[in-house]
Antibody, heavy 123, light 111 residues
Framework: EVQLVESGGGLAQPGRSLRLSCTASAFTLGDYGISWFRRAPGKGLEWVSFIRSRPYGGTTEYAASVKGRFIISRDDSKGTVYLQMNSLNSGDTAMYYC??????????????WGQGTMVTVSS | QSLLTQPPSVSGALGQRVTFSCTGSGSNIGAHYDVHWYQQLPGKAPKLLIFANTNRPSGVPDRFSASRSGTSASLAVSGLQAEDEADYFCQSYDSRVSGWVFGGGTKLTVL
């Protein structure tokens, strides 16, 4: 079954860091761009970050709310995309999901989603 | 504040038809970027429901349909079933923020 599995969430103190992982199974992660999204309690979905596939430069994009604090990267040999989250604050508390962009076109849909990993930022 | 606007809630009785609206602007839906819809059941991951404005992925019942016009889009669910109770999100790309944007989501309650 084609799927993405997130891990690495947990409790972090304000100002600390966490690294999330998003691992693919039953498809070649290297062929796809991958995004991270989040949904804070009582709020809607928010796009966080995106990394293109290597054939398209492997370049990255960030939402304004996380730019300069979060870093997305990929290791296609491990079938995994990472989200390094630094300088965490309470506003980062959310369920984090990764999703697969169905083609190289930014206009396309995210057709495969992971089950999510919870990040709680609290002292 | 979401760049795509959705009503916070919609309700309908079993078997009825409901619609969800999604209003954007000239930098997203109005710029001809495609609109996609996702269903998120309680405690579950989002699931792609409609892609490229009107298309259903394999396995999505034809009770779900969607359309777009100008700077808006809409999703319709006919023959409401109890298992349709979920949050529904529209999504597009926005050239002003150079990123992907979602509506705030609409919670569907099946009466």
């Amino acid at each position: 079954e084609v799927q993405l599995v997130e891990s690495g969430g947990g409790l972090a103190q304000p100002g600390r860091s966490l690294r999330l992982s998003c691992t693919a199974s039953a498809f070649t992660l290297g062929d796809y761009g991958i995004s991270w999204f989040r949904r804070a309690p009582g709020k809607g979905l928010e796009w966080v970050s995106f990394i293109r596939s290597r054939p398209y430069g492997g370049t990255t994009e960030y939402a304004a709310s996380v730019k300069g604090r979060f870093i997305i990267s990929r290791d296609d040999s491990k079938g995994t995309v990472y989200l390094q989250m630094n300088s965490l604050n309470s506003g980062d508390t959310a369920m984090y999901y990764c999703g697969r962009l169905s083609s190289a076109n930014r206009d396309d849909a995210f057709d495969v989603w992971g089950q999510g990993t919870m990040v709680t930022v609290s002292s | 504040q979401s760049l795509l606007t959705q009503p916070p809630s919609v309700s309908g009785a079993l078997g009825q038809r409901v619609t969800f609206s999604c209003t954007g602007s000239g930098s997203n839906i109005g710029a001809h970027y495609d609109v996609h819809w996702y269903q998120q059941l309680p405690g579950k991951a989002p699931k792609l429901l409609i892609f490229a404005n009107t298309n259903r992925p394999s396995g999505v019942p034809d009770r779900f349909s969607a359309s777009r016009s100008g700077t808006s889009a809409s999703l319709a669910v006919s023959g409401l079933q109890a298992e349709d109770e979920a949050d529904y999100f529209c999504q597009s790309y926005d050239s002003r923020v150079s990123g992907w944007v979602f509506g705030g989501g609409t919670k569907l309650t099946v009466l």
